[in-house]
C-alpha cells in the first residue's frame, strides 16, 4: 500500500505546483515515462498521481494498485464536472448552492468504447474532446492505468477558479480519493459510473489549479 499523504491541499489557494511538461501526452493508457518526465507526483489512497500541463491542457495520469476505472470531478464557480473514464466516457455535470448541495443537470451518455486506433474511434475521440472538453483512455476490462487530458478554458471563465479531485475504483467496490475528504467525491456509486439526482461537493477541500 502506498503511504497516505500526510496534507490535505485547498482549493482556496491556486497551486503553482502543477509543472510544464516536456511533450504533448497521448493519454492513451501507457503512462510513457518521456511524456511524464518532471510531472509533479502524489501518492495516496492507494493511487499514484502525476500531474502536468502543456499550455491550458492539464494532464493526469491515475494509476492504481489493481484493475479499476477512475473519474476526475472538476469545479469552477456553482459548477462540478464529474469525467468518467472506464470501458467508455461519460461527462455528468451539477449545479452547486454555496451549502455545497449540489443538483444533476447532466448525465452521463457513454461514448467511445473502443480504444483502437481504428478510423471510427480516433474520431469519436476526436469528436468528444471538441464536443466535452477532455478525453482520457478507456479499457473494456478496466485497467491499472489512466490517463486524462482537460481543455481547462473549457471549465469556466478564465477568471474562475479551477479546482480537481481524483478518484479511482478498484473493482468492484472500493473507492479511493484524493484530496481526502468527506463529500460525495468519495461515492462508490458515482465513482461506479451512476450520478444521483442530488449530491454533496466541497470543491474548496479539493485541489487548485491555477489558470
Same mark, same amino acid.
Given at each position: 500500500?502506498?503511504p497516505l499523504?500526510?496534507?490535505v491541499?485547498?482549493?482556496s489557494?491556486?497551486?503553482p505546483?502543477v509543472?510544464?511538461?516536456g511533450r504533448?501526452?497521448?493519454a492513451?493508457?501507457?503512462?510513457?515515462?518521456a511524456e511524464?518526465a518532471?510531472?509533479? %507526483?502524489?501518492? *495516496?489512497d !492507494?493511487?499514484?498521481?502525476? #500531474?502536468?500541463?502543456r499550455? =491550458?491542457?492539464?494532464?493526469?495520469a491515475? %494509476?492504481?494498485e *489493481?484493475? !479499476?476505472i477512475s473519474?476526475? #470531478?472538476?469545479?469552477a464557480g =456553482?459548477r462540478?464536472?464529474v469525467?468518467?473514464?472506464?470501458a *467508455?466516457l461519460g461527462?455528468?455535470?451539477?449545479?452547486c448552492a454555496?451549502?455545497?448541495a449540489c443538483?444533476?443537470?447532466?448525465e452521463f451518455d457513454?461514448?467511445c468504447?473502443?480504444?483502437s486506433n481504428?478510423?471510427a474511434s480516433v474520431a469519436?475521440?476526436?469528436e468528444f474532446?471538441?464536443?466535452d472538453?477532455w478525453?482520457a483512455?478507456?479499457d473494456?476490462?478496466?485497467?491499472r492505468t489512466?490517463?486524462?487530458?482537460?481543455?481547462?478554458?473549457r471549465f469556466?471563465?478564465s477568471?474562475?477558479?479551477?479546482?480537481?479531485?481524483?478518484t479511482g475504483?478498484?473493482?468492484p467496490?472500493r473507492a479511493l480519493?484524493?484530496?481526502?475528504?468527506?463529500?460525495?467525491?468519495?461515492?462508490?456509486k458515482l465513482?461506479?459510473?451512476?450520478?444521483?439526482e442530488?449530491?454533496?461537493?466541497?470543491?474548496?477541500s479539493w485541489?487548485?489549479?491555477g489558470?
Open positions: 500500500m502506498w499523504l500526510s496534507a491541499l485547498v482549493a489557494a491556486a497551486s505546483d509543472p510544464v511538461l504533448d501526452v497521448a492513451d493508457g501507457r503512462l510513457d515515462s511524464w518532471g510531472a509533479r %507526483e502524489v501518492r *495516496a !492507494g493511487m499514484r498521481i502525476r #500531474l502536468g500541463r499550455g =491550458d491542457v492539464l494532464a493526469v491515475v %494509476e492504481l *489493481a484493475t !479499476g473519474s476526475l #470531478l472538476v469545479a =456553482d462540478v464536472w469525467l468518467h473514464a472506464s *467508455a461527462t455528468g455535470e451539477y449545479r454555496t451549502d455545497g443538483a444533476r443537470t447532466r457513454y461514448r468504447r473502443d480504444p481504428a478510423p469519436c475521440r476526436k474532446r471538441s464536443a472538453g478525453i483512455s478507456v473494456p476490462s478496466g485497467t489512466r490517463e486524462f487530458l482537460i481543455d481547462l478554458r469556466g471563465t477568471r474562475t477558479p479551477l479546482s480537481l479531485a481524483v475504483l478498484v473493482l467496490d480519493r484524493w484530496p481526502a475528504g468527506d463529500d460525495d467525491a468519495g461515492s462508490v465513482q461506479q459510473g451512476f450520478l444521483e442530488r449530491m454533496r461537493f466541497t470543491p474548496r485541489f487548485g489549479i489558470r
